[in-house]
């Protein structure tokens, strides 16, 4: 198959390419919070947590090829963390991240111990389990001491406006006590003195704040998760997933491995799950759909219409799910349907963002069975072919020039 345009690998041209791209998608994460409206910065943050979710659930699907269907209870114990940590103990919500990630790692790595030894529809249910048994945990009558039952958290008394269980010391929020300072609540964010975004009471930048808390937890995510997999583990994970007896034969510990990538999943998972308790103020399964297995189900969509097992496959389909939801979300009544559309769309009383998605989804198994991102790397050397370098060649290169420096050496010291 011949291409218009051939690129080595490494190359300058190669470089140049990746440092445009780079430099736009740097340019686009500064423009959204600075040009945007405080409404569109909120549809920007759902992008970005939702792409961190499906990040984390790709390391556990989409490279070692095991099906879950409650990492919804993950991104739930990070909100919850959270939400317990501020509004119970009066925590500052930058120190639930890491505690939120310790709880969710220790948890997946329990999960997955059963998961090791069941694969296919049986771990999907297990993992269905988990999901569908989470938000009935929290609404537990039991534990609405710690979790606030069916309403959720903060707890506050409707009288006093503060908790009923500590009135007056807990944070009547999930996430930062934002409002006049006089009153002892934080009304700026300082940086050794300066403050980025000004007034936090204005909706606009209160939304840029959250929006880099949630723009700096996906690249977290991002960056973890490349780093497993371009990791040794990396490699293992692809060979599970390929063929465990393989894998095994080969020297891959099968539970081991999937015991830490169980965990690193579920605590990268986690971190989005605290930046919905920061953003929303309150955690309830009610109020957080992305907690209950629904939530589950939309990142496994997410995943597979980007590309399952690529790095770019769940920020891809985030960015595509979030865009077409919030375009289509008004289309519940005729009058806001554009005419093009109006005859198919027209009949149906609710918004039809999630059939789009259905039929979507159904065309990509067809069209697209790895996703946009599958589909790119299948057609896009069409026009532009990547040509990697041989492999070993920079280590030959660097002996062939040790071969030489020694044969130099030798020459001079037999002049001399």
């Known amino acids: 198959m011949k291409s218009f345009v051939t690129i080595k690998e490494g190359s300058a041209t190669h470089w140049a390419i990746r440092l445009v791209v780079a430099a736009a998608i740097v340019w686009l994460a500064i423009r959204i919070p600075t040009v945007w409206e405080a409404g569109t910065i909120s549809t920007a943050i759902d992008a970005l947590t939702l792409m961190a979710a499906a990040m984390a659930l790709n390391l556990v699907l989409g490279y070692a090829g095991q099906i879950s269907i409650g990492h919804s209870a993950f991104l739930g114990i990070g909100a919850y963390t959270t939400g317990i940590m501020v509004s119970r103990w009066g925590f500052s919500p930058w120190l ?60 506050s008394c409707p009288a006093t406006g503060v908790s009923r269980t500590c009135p007056g010391t807990e944070v009547p929020t999930t996430g930062f006590n934002i409002g006049p300072a006089a009153k002892g609540q934080m009304e700026t964010f300082e940086i050794f003195g300066w403050k980025p975004f000004g007034n936090l009471q204005r909706p606009d930048n209160k939304a840029a704040f959250y929006y880099w808390i949630a723009a700096i937890v996906a690249v977290v995510v991002y960056l973890c998760c490349r780093g497993v997999v371009k990791s040794r583990i990396g490699r293992s994970l692809i060979a599970i997933r390929d063929n465990e007896t393989a894998a095994a034969v080969m020297g891959v510990n099968l539970v081991s491995t999937k015991a830490f990538i169980f965990g690193i999943s579920a605590g990268l998972c986690a971190l989005p799950g605290c930046v919905k308790a920061i953003t929303t103020g309150g955690v309830s ?72 998605f259905a039929l979507l989804l159904i065309l990509l198994m067809f069209v697209a069975p790895r996703g946009l991102v599958g589909m790119w790397k299948q057609y896009s050397p069409l026009i532009v072919r990547v040509v990697p370098r041989p492999a070993g060649a920079g280590g030959a290169a660097i002996a062939l020039a040790t071969a030489s420096a020694d044969t130099t050496t030798t020459n001079e010291g037999d002049t001399q």
């Open 96 to 155: 639930t991240f890491p505690v939120a990630f310790a709880v969710s790692f220790l948890l997946g790595v329990i999960v997955s111990f059963p998961a090791a030894r069941i694969k296919g529809v049986y771990l999907a249910l297990v993992t269905l389990a988990l999901g569908l048994v989470f938000p009935q945990m929290m609404t537990w009558k039991k534990l609405a001491w710690l979790t606030g039952g069916g309403s959720g958290l903060p707890v």
């Open 285 to 356: 399964p009610e109020g957080l759909v992305s907690i209950t297995v629904l939530g589950a189900i939309t990142f496994l969509i997410v995943m597979v219409i980007g590309g399952a097992g690529s790095l770019w496959g769940p920020v891809i389909g985030a960015v595509l799910y979030v865009f077409i939801n919030d375009k289509t979300g008004t289309w519940d009544k005729d009058e806001k349907i554009p005419g093009l559309f109006r005859p198919l769309l027209s009949w149906a009383e609710v918004a039809p963002a999630d059939g789009i």
